[in-house]
């Protein structure tokens, strides 16, 4: 169990920007992944496929 | 199924899609346990004090630093003997995530360093070698958005990784190598760990829940990339290129 200390600011600081950066990455990819989903999708509506859209390659 | 079919993007995206709910349950359980255990269970250090604390995610974050660099270039690998696709996709994917590791285990290094060392920064050998690494995952990250092409952008990225390999190993053994301020190696060494058990647990869960974590950040970040590819390819075909 942590004590009270001198040193607490920096324990702190750690886990706080660890939580930001993770937390910052985490809604990075999930925003891009929403972004590809749904430039994909207006893509489709207005009837484009891929060449290579049969032989299922990316 | 045979893992080889997974290198199929189609068929990874349905797997992916399958195995991240698992992912994400798994690193939560793993880091409620590790930052429990890290945090209120483990005694504090009889020299640094609680400040020891900081190791339960900087140890992680430096591993996981030089572990997706390894994943980086086995990838590389991959995109130059085979030029699959999906090893560019994996390769693009990682460095973003590599550099956000690498800065955090920098940072909490930092961190942990000034109460202990009485200094944030050091031009040792390891510190400044895991700087260079994250100076190579910027470069990475830059080359990625400099070269249009992504076949060409990735055999040239796959080129500077493989070069920029050379500096992981160095990053592991500088502790042995130089005399550093850093403490040498502490938990694969022969004979056992130098780390009492007590706190080689928490660190062990939260080493774990952290790679999960990663896992599941990276298998996000490559089924973007994927979508990005065909949004791209359905682009050329739209502009009738």
Redesign the interface.
């Known amino acids: ?3 009270p ?4 600011g ?2 702190i ?3 706080v ?2 939580v930001v ?2 937390v910052g ?2 809604v ?3 925003v ?2 929403r972004t ?2 749904r ?2 999708a207006e ?2 509506a ?1 009837g ?5 859209a049969g032989s ?3 | 199924m045979p893992i080889i079919d997974l290198a ?4 990874f995206l349905a797997f992916s899609g399958r195995v991240l709910p698992w992912l994400w349950a798994l690193a939560a359980i793993g880091l409620a346990v590790g930052l429990y255990l890290g ?3 483990a005694p ?1 250090d009889f020299k640094q ?3 020891v ?2 190791m339960f ?2 140890v992680p ?1 430096a591993w996981l630093s030089m572990a997706c660099y390894g994943t980086m270039a086995v990838a590389a690998l991959g995109t130059l003997v085979w030029r699959h ?2 090893a560019d ?1 994996l390769q693009k994917s990682a460095a ?2 590599g550099a ?1 590791f690498t ?2 285990a920098l ?2 290094g930092s ?2 360093g ?2 202990t060392w009485g200094t944030y920064w050091v031009w040792d050998a390891r510190l400044t070698s895991v700087l260079i690494l994250l100076l190579i995952y910027l470069g990475l990250i830059a080359l990625w958005q400099a070269v249009e092409d992504p076949g060409r952008a990735a055999r040239a990225a796959a080129i500077l990784t493989l070069v920029g390999a050379v500096n992981v190993p160095i990053i592991k053994f500088s502790v042995d190598w130089w005399n550093t301020l850093h403490q040498g190696e502490s938990i694969f060494v022969a004979g056992g760990p130098l780390i009492d058990p007590s706190m080689l647990w928490p660190l062990f869960v939260m080493a774990v829940g952290m790679t999960v ?1 990663f896992a599941a ?1 990276l298998l ?2 490559m ?2 990339e ?6 791209r ?3 050329i ?2 502009a009738g290129g």
Do not use: C
């Open positions: 169990m942590i004590a200390g001198t040193h607490d920096f324990i600081a750690a886990y920007i660890a950066v993770l990455l985490f990075w990819i999930v891009d992944g590809q989903r430039r994909l893509l489709e207005r484009v496929r891929r060449r290579s299922s390659k990316a | 199929n993007p189609t068929r945090l209120f269970v504090p004090g609680d400040t604390r900081i995610i900087h974050f696709p999906l996709v973003p995530i956000a800065f955090l940072v909490t961190l942990w000034k109460p974590l950040l996000m970040a089924r973007n994927i979508l990005r590819r065909r949004v390819a359905m682009q075909v739209a």
